[in-house]
């Protein structure tokens, strides 16, 4: 999966003051950019040909790291690697546990910025009870398209002044205004984690065991069901020979012994029990994380589905009768999606995520892996409705009214 | 400002020097047609115009200003919102949205010419999903009304404001409202899943649901905390969690402020993240002692509460190493609760500190600053300094998990000069908070309290892109004006750019 280079040009501002002059050069003379840290991400969204690449990789540095007052601000071009690495020597972490795509999109581990996880409003198997990237925003510093560098926010946990455009501009992928620097709240590391194990479930039955299991006093931070199918592609699961139901435990040492015999107890009538010791469990979680078992056929279409949990083996069943397959994170409101082939068959999956959810549950599917083709021609997000579509074009009008940022990567005109 | 009774100004007219936006004079013209039109959407009694009818409408919690409406309508479905507003928009008549009308910072303060849309009717629990954690609610429900519901399953709604009786999710998702426990649980927005929502041209659209983050842009992310200048909220779905399996506290009593903002500190530090961590001053204390008599320790500087919740052997686990932490940093006292009852009785000083301080002063004006945690002995010396020179006392109850600073300024408004002196007290509380690295309001909102400091934090193009989002959505700018900015610019205005044309091709950035 390589996208043929959009770029005739790469321009690396090495500060805010240039990154506004970057755009106003863009504006002035009529050019688009395509909004980049690193590029690891490039893959994700619509396809766009943009005039050059607005190369935010050398504003590097963090700015500001406290870890009694729980909060830290780097540049946007911040390696993620750097921030964590960082916060891991003062037992501190981004609760939001955010996904790294490389091995999804077929390239190396590690690369990711802190700007491109927030454009991207990255989560992980904690997402459920800890919140997205987005949860985590603080302030936000930013070049919007009309080449004018604003902030919002500010750097401390609990603030309502003005409206909360941190939140709004994460998951924009670029669209609406470039970050140079982000604040966030970061969280203490739990001491060690452990992972119970249900052995053998089917899909709809995995999901009632695992709301009895977060809906219980028993404090989960993590829930996954792998069917049998792609339980083969995950090392810590591949002896297992059935489907798997995990459900992770983090904390103190007491509180999570207490916590795994009373859910044994709970959970006990499901299915056979296991459990994996903490080494184990980590590297369980990064794998269904970062979708390691889909990492092995990147020809393939892959969906992201987020939904209600008790509506997600519906919609994987309609996905597996079509030859895919799928796992399930966060107790299965989160439906990671492979197609058999290149071909994304976007009406089966947005149909069968319309008809689980109803009205009522919503939900939504992103085509995250395709070729180029595909992602130029089909919606790569949820198609909005005519109301929402006419709010979100309004929007772009007020921040980027010249159409310089990243055009059409989220929405065709936006 | 939640003044008890604060009755310095006469009825029908806004107090002090606040501008608020000028009266569209051919609207008060047309006062008695538009009445009519509104009569003919929401029938009977949803359309109120008589001044003695709209009197209990006039002010919300903050209550030094007060101004009648236009009229007040209270619609009862959001196909009446939805016509309401599209009649608004198209006749130009300016909307100001209300749920129980309990802000502090005057957000839901009425203008001589909008209507007052009032949500009280829409106080129905319209579905209640235990397998999937959410409740969906009409707007008007109240925030303990969600927790009521689900009770009986063990479950709650985590956000809890102190006006949780009264105050109602529709207000909670305009304000983004924090409480005691944000810390570990989080504000509105991380509790929020879903809107149906109206916008001011009536037509109506949903974002969230059921599911986890948007499928696009975060618009829910923005409309949450948005004050009501971005549309009507008609329906709200929030998750709910399941009830902690126990819960104790410990009551730990210190010589001065520094040493429990240490303490705060080091809990943190050792990566213990408290479901609440609440301080009190000694003003605060006295006052809370002497009308709950509850036991706290008159003898100490400053009081924190510190509360564990979670599995049973975990709470037990870290009420120890919290009380070792406590104690290594020179605490006078410490308790830690052994029963149900003991918790409640140390949480019963606390809940009852701004009544407490009511009984010792006439009338008090409760501030809502954030800061930098570290920053708190600097701050409570500067409120100390302002304290003489307004010659007016000030107690302290503080969010401490969180930075979340509640200073209640004491006064009396029957005496010539005090409201004044206790609003110029507390903005320069406010400024003295931006000037630390914090902000002008944790949880309860700009409104009009906070709308002409603003220019504190934001500069002007700072402000001039959160307008933009508010032309998005309300290019006139008809829903709930003169909130949250100092100035509206015409979206006209402001869509201009104003870039010179030109190739400037920078010759210093690198290039490849």
Redesign the interface.
Known sequence: MTDAAPVIDRLRPRDEAEVVETVRWAVSDGRTLDVAGTGTKRALGRHIQTDATLDLSALTGVTLYEPAELVLSARAGTPVAEIEALLAASSQMMAFEPMDYGPLLGRPRGEGTLGGLMATNLAGPRRPFAGAARDHALGVRAVSGRGEAFKAGGRVVKNVTGYDLPRGLSGSYGTLAAFTELTIKVLPRPETLETLLIYGLDDATAAKAMSAAVGSYYDVSGAAHVPFALAGRIPALALAGTSVTALRLEGVPPSIRHRREKLEGLLGGFGGLGHLEAEASAALWAALRDVEPFAGDLARAVWRVSTAPMAAAAIGATVVQAGGACFYDWAGGLIWIEMPDADPRAELVRGAVAKAGGQKSGGHATLVRADAAARAALDVFQPLDPVTGALVKRMKDGFDPSRVLSPGRMYAGV | MSQQSAEAHAPGEVGHALVMPEPKRDVLARRAAIIADLRAIVPGEGVIDSTIEMRPYESDGLTAYRQLPLAVVLPSDTAQVSKVLAYCHANGVRVVPRGAGTSLSGGALPLEDAILLGMGKFNRIL?I??????V?AQPGVTNLGITNAVVHE??YYAPDPSSQIACTIGGNVA??S?GVH??KY??T??NVM?VEMV?ITG?????????????????L??I???EGLLGVVTEVTVRIL????TARAVLVGFPSSEAAGECV??I??A???PGGMEMMDKLAIEAAEAFVKVGYPLDVEALLIVELD?????VN??IERVSQIASGLGCMTLRASTSEEERMAFWAGRKAAFPAVGRISPDYYCMDG?????ALPRVLAGMIEMSEKYGLACANVF?AG???LHPLILYDANKPGELERAEAFGRDILLLCVEV??????????GVE?RDL?GS??DE??????Q??????D?DGLLNPGK?FPQLHRCAE??R?H????????P?????
Request: net charge negative; charged share 20%.
């Open positions: 579905d999903d235990f397998d999937n954690r959410t969906t063990g479950f304000e983004n924090g944000c810390l989080g504000l927005t991380n879903g916008l037509e109506v659209i949903r974002l969230g649901g059921q599911h986890l983050d948007s499928g696009g842009l975060d618009l992310g923005l949450v905390g948005s399941k009830k902690p399996e500190a080091a943190i530090a990566g213990i993240i979670g599995p049973e052997a975990e686990h870290l954030t800061i930098p945690r570290k969010h969180d930075g979340n690295g914090g902000v002008l309001t944790g949880e309860h909102g700009v906070k603003m934090m934001f193009t700072d402000l001039a892109h959160q933009r989002l508010k032309c998005a959505f290019a949250m402001l869509g750019m870039i010179s044309g030109g190739k400037l091709p920078f210093d950035i690198p290039r490849f």
